[in-house]
């Protein structure tokens, strides 16, 4: 028994695996992110290094360079970019396309512990997964509530102890892009007079405040068959106890800190103050995660930020404003796209009643646009590919392509039913004469965009998703017409019931667009001068159109989000 005599008189198992393809299509529909468009760019991680009070020269020098010699052999590195400005330095790392940024930030992590010899005050390297250059999908700034006294510039501490974790733990973010405010700090003013007078240097102030300003282990001390681990406490815990440091003792005078200077928490200098409407405020741009839904991103995170305006933000007399995201434009677009979707499956439905000239016919042919559309998605989840523009304007480009086969199968299996066969033995017949013939139509078009689903780099990434939207969207529409539709012809014309009487296909009368048709073409057939002529018009209109209307060439084209 083949595989087209099974599908028909095994009909229940036929609509249920049908039943089955739809169901499992909706939810990869649910579980496929949503984004504008598919991420083109290459995998990328930086690395980020601060050191405070540095010049661009000394960053290069003393961190760049060192972190640069273990970080160029890092597996499927493509190209390595470094940056350097005051008080920080930043190393861009560009990797295949493909490339697992987990187990690769592993690599970067263990690498980097390679490197000795950072400077003495230089923080340790922060590593990120988003890249140095991404743009934020999310802009928010943290202001001060009307009334409430205090200046924001003050509260860039409170937002990094408090606050910035709490985004950070949001779903799908990548990392966060904050400026603005300065940072809390102990500050210790120095008189120079009484530093002289002690014969003491800034130096010898240094040197004694960081060495007092740690806690050190000593050790494990056995007494009386017990172990006691032994540690010195020093570490400051109030600007007061900074004034008792001992910078100097000769035998006859001891010099205390507070004796050459005074301390007191303060601030870091505001040097690029971010300000709105004359008013400085805390800018926060949220990155997202590679392959991240922004949907459910800006979903999260709005939850969150009205979360801590109700709460910790108003205790403190703050607030975060929301001012910009990109999930308008995103539903604004797909939803477009939609429309044209949806446009274009209606359009083509009603040309195939106005030829076909039966509801019948119609709805057997139709049914084969949403089986394969949804079975798309399955595909689409399974690559781990995005629901984006790109990918449902495939879709939209296959929905005309979906029908092709059908209306084959269903053509012949009409004629053979028009020849007084059985409503089995036209389904079966009528599917079995052509099936070759749709399979090779079928292999070709799928021929055309398979191989782009392998091409590598940027374009592989940005016409991928047309490619598979496409290719198993017609490849399911093949198995569509050789099973389903035969199967449904089967049932409808066995529930008619309806006598067909046995004629020829002489006795059939074409309608006039069909006579028109058959009278051209018999024209152009007539001799070989008449051949020749069609094909050389042909070929000339279809270059001199393409000359004339080609347009001008770019990488992607210009949009316009207002």
Same mark, same amino acid.
Do not use: C
């Given at each position: 028994?083949t595989?087209?005599?099974?599908s @028909?008189?095994?009909?229940?198992? *036929? ?40 010049s ?16 160029k ?22 990797f ?12 970067v ?39 409430a006294?205090?200046?924001i ?15 950070e ?12 405010g300065t ?38 001390m056995?007494?009386?068959?017990r172990n ?6 020093s ?13 100097k003792?000769?035998g ?23 300000l709105?409407n004359?008013k ?6 949220v990155?997202?995660?590679p392959g991240?839904?922004v ?8 939850a ?25 434009y995103i ?8 429309t ?20 019948s ?5 139709? @049914? ?5 559309i ?32 059908a ?5 012949? @299996? ?9 409503p089995?033995?036209?389904s ?11 399979l ?39 198995f ?21 009487a ?34 050389? *018009?042909?070929?000339?209109?279809? @270059? ?19």
């Amino acid at each position: 028994m083949t595989f087209i005599e099974t599908s @028909i008189r095994q009909s229940a198992s *036929t609509f249920a695996v049908v039943i089955l393809v739809v169901l499992f299509g909706l939810i990869g529909l649910y579980r496929l992110p949503v984004q504008l468009t598919p991420d083109v760019e290459a995998p990328t991680i930086s690395v980020r290094t601060t050191w405070g009070g540095a010049s661009p020269y000394e960053i290069e020098k003393e961190i760049i360079e060192k972190q640069e010699d273990v970080l160029k052999s890092v597996q499927g590195l493509v190209k390595l970019e470094s940056s350097s400005y005051n008080n920080f330095g930043t190393i861009t790392l560009t990797f295949k396309v493909g490339t697992d940024l987990d187990d690769t930030m592993v690599r970067v992590s263990n690498k980097l512990n390679e490197v000795s010899g950072y400077p003495e005050n230089a923080d340790k390297p922060i590593i990120s997964a988003t890249g140095a250059q991404n743009s934020p999908v999310i802009w928010m700034t943290l202001k001060m509530r009307e009334g409430a006294s205090g200046d924001i510039r003050t509260y860039r501490s409170f937002y990094e102890n408090e606050v910035r974790h709490r985004l950070e733990r949001v779903p799908g973010v990548g990392s966060l892009f904050v400026f603005g405010g300065t940072e809390r700090r102990l500050e210790i003013s120095v008189d120079p007079a009484r530093l002289a007078r002690y014969q003491l240097t800034i130096g010898d102030l240094i040197q004694r405040i960081q060495s007092a300003n740690r806690n050190v282990s000593a050790g494990v001390m056995g007494l009386d068959k017990r172990n006691y681990r032994l540690r010195t406490v020093s570490q400051f815990q109030d600007p007061s106890e900074v004034g008792e440091v001992l910078l100097k003792d000769d035998g006859y005078r001891r010099v205390f800190l507070r004796d050459v200077a005074t301390t007191a928490f303060g601030f870091e200098p505001n040097a690029a103050p971010v300000l709105h409407n004359g008013k400085q405020m805390i800018v926060t741009g949220v990155r997202k995660e590679p392959g991240a839904n922004v949907l459910e991103l800006t979903k999260r995170m709005r939850a969150v930020v009205d979360d801590l305006n109700e709460g910790l933000l108003k205790e403190n007399g703050l607030y975060f404003e929301w001012v910009y995201d990109q999930s308008p434009y995103i539903n604004m677009a797909i939803q477009t796209v939609r429309t044209n979707l949806l446009l274009g499956g209606t359009l083509a439905i009603i040309v195939l009643f106005l030829f076909l000239r039966s509801v019948s016919s119609t709805l057997t042919v139709a @049914i084969a646009i949403p089986i394969s559309i949804a079975s798309t998605f399955i595909f689409m989840s399974a690559f781990g590919r995005t629901l984006n523009v790109v990918s449902l304007a495939g879709i939209s480009f296959a929905v005309g392509m979906l029908v092709d086969n059908a209306i084959v199968v269903l053509e012949n @299996i009409d004629r053979h039913r028009r020849m007084g066969k059985s409503p089995f033995s036209a389904s079966y017949d009528g599917t079995r004469e052509v099936w070759g013939a749709v399979l090779a139509s079928t292999v070709t078009t799928v021929a055309v965009f398979l191989p782009v689903i392998f091409v590598e780099e940027e374009a592989g990434q940005l016409f991928r998703d047309i490619a598979i939207a496409i290719a198993f969207s017609i490849l399911v529409s093949l198995f569509v017409s050789i099973s389903v539709i035969p199967t449904i012809t089967n049932k409808f014309y066995a529930i008619s019931g309806r006598k067909i009487a046995p004629q020829s296909d002489a006795e059939e009368r074409p309608n006039p667009f069909v006579r028109v048709v058959m009278a051209l073409s018999r024209a152009t057939l007539k001799n070989p001068f008449t051949r020749i002529a069609t094909v050389a *018009t042909f070929t000339s209109a279809a @270059i001199l159109t393409t000359v004339s209307l080609v347009p001008k060439a770019e990488y992607l084209p210009q949009g316009n989000r207002n």
